[in-house]
């Protein structure tokens, strides 16, 4: 009997008993559907986690000094003198002061305002949207100028153009240059768009704003981060006579951490939800089980006219492969139904379908049906035609 034979004898067959078949496929449905829901998931949340590092640049690195023992601030002068090294590109330090209380006119409202050089823009990718950013001749003469994120400049001037006016800063007037466009958060939670931008030596100086701990280095190119890196822990324990109390994230390895953190996570994910394919196979083998026994004497008449074993075999394990993979397709759907679902109901939550990942999932489901039914496939082909037409 021909392949296509046994698949349309299984498919007349599903069809005759609805309730029984979707019952069978029911745990092969939510297996592949947990599969597909749950990967889509995690490929989504590691693909929004690698743009966000690469919105900084995968050849960033981040300094950060920790307040403890002699590790207090960096020098902006000994820190730019690193730009002549071969393999870093530039240098942006930065001052950072959260809360700070802004005022323009009849709005007050408090954000964060960060000191930083005309480097700080081209590191962090962030584009001109009005105006000017920070310019040299602004650290130098230590200019009360600022550049306004996107949410700031948005809640104090509405869709007015900013540039040319005064706002007030913790009672400092500052003349806005510029606004940056939005940018969205970065892997620190935290975002440009609400951020303030002002020259590091007025934030420093004139503006009080403190001293430098945090520092963006940018290497050359991706094959120089890692002696740019070492390079600066070289000179940064010689600064404080310590190897503790600051720390140099490298941004390539971060992103390769995260990777491989989210690549375990689907991993655990895909291996819980295949317990589910399991217990669905399981569920396969009973029914197939009844279904022998019920019909039992059509095996044998089968038998009685010709029928060889292999043929009873391959019918039953054809069936059993046929439901399965029913029971996949509907999971794949359901799964692509539940991803979209997801994503549509919680916007901040990516999701990803992986083709890959799916017709694993679909293949395995019918490898299932047909381990689980070899059993009762084998069971029906070693029936003895004499006994199967005696059997009540």
Known sequence: MKLMELVGMALRTVVANPLRTILTMLGVIIGVSSVVALVSIGTGTSAKVEDQFESLGTN???????????ATQLNYEELMQFEQFPEIDMIAPTIVKANSNIKYERTQQKFQVT?????????NKAQIDKGRFLAPSDLEFRSNVVVLGSEVAKTFFGFQDPVGEEINIDGVVFTVVGTLKPKGKNINNTSIDTTVLMPLETARRQYKLGNIRTTY?????KADIDTAEATMKQYLAYKFKSEEGFEVLNQNQMLTTANAASKQLNYLLVSIACISLLVGGIGIMNIMLVTVSERTREIGIRKSIGAKRRTILFQFLVESAVISGLGGVCGLLLGIGISAGISYSFPSVTTKISLAVSLGAFLFSVLVGIIFGLYPANKASKLRPIDALRFD
């Not at 000191?115 to 590191?123: E, I």
């Open 115 to 123: 000191g930083t050089n005309d480097r700080y823009a081209v590191m």
């Open 60 to 70: 960033l690195l981040v300094v950060n000094v920790m307040d403890v023992g002699r």
């Open 217 to 221: 280095i940018e290497a050359t190119s």
